[in-house]
């Protein structure tokens, strides 16, 4: 067996079996994701919003992201794990870009890395593909330009924009990525450019059409409070389990009705 590789899921395309991947920051989560064979586990760097609670990508480090990775490889066998490089530490030129990857596949132990740009960081996926790891590109909305790209909105849409979404697409594809996240992009332009490409689409808030889907758990699991955007799909509400759960236990203790005898030693 061993873990799922990069040509299982160009694989899985020609086969059009459509998968699922999921953000993991933390050992439980990622041996339970494991566990249930989703296939491909992303350390995002969402963990700025999810794991440190900032308000946007931006502030994450690549020193704070790699125990995590650390964490999501060691308690996973089948998955393969995706490395999200942050904001600040690929953009600059190849060189940059393929000095963080390595620090990510040495220090992390992860089996690809993923980031955000289309045509633009062609040269930067063709340098890291060249030097033996895969990439996973980020196109559409892609949250650390949210500044440039005016906040949290659709892109591709208007033929112009869709053209230029495509074009992404195309020169990501051609640089040598393994797969392409599309992020927040109408469901047509998404089918589109699925159709085009040999290598999968990951949709998040893409439409039906892409080759994979991905969520943030804590988004899909209902921990995170207030509006969510309207891609997520809501499978629980842990939120709810554990303030439940802890108001118990907090009760308990006010009562004396925790610690038992049972969880006391004689
Ligand atoms: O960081 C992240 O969670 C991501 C996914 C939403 C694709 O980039
Ligand atoms: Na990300």
Known sequence: ??????????????QKQTWSMLTSYDCYTAEIFDRVGVPVLLVGDSAANTVFGHSSTIPVTVDELLPLVRAVVGATSRALVVGDLPFGSYERDPGQALTTAVRF?????????????????????????????PVMAHIGFTPQSEHQLGGFRVQGRGEDAASALVADARAVADAGATAVVLEMVPAD???EITGLLDIPTIGIGAGPDCDAQVLV???MLGLRRGRLPRFVKQYAQLDAVIETAVR??????RHGAFPAAEHSFG
Not at 1 to 14: F, H, P
């Open 105 to 133: 596949l040495k220090e992390g132990g992860c089996q690809a890395v993923k980031l955000e740009g289309g045509a633009r960081m062609a040269p930067q996926i063709a340098k890291l593909v060249d030097a033996g790891i």
């Open 189 to 191: 332009v998404a089918k």
């Open 217 to 219: 758990w804590q988004d």
């Open 248 to 253: 118990e236990f907090v009760q308990d203790v």
């Open 1 to 14: 067996s061993g873990r799922i590789r990069t040509r299982d899921l160009l694989l899985a395309k020609q």
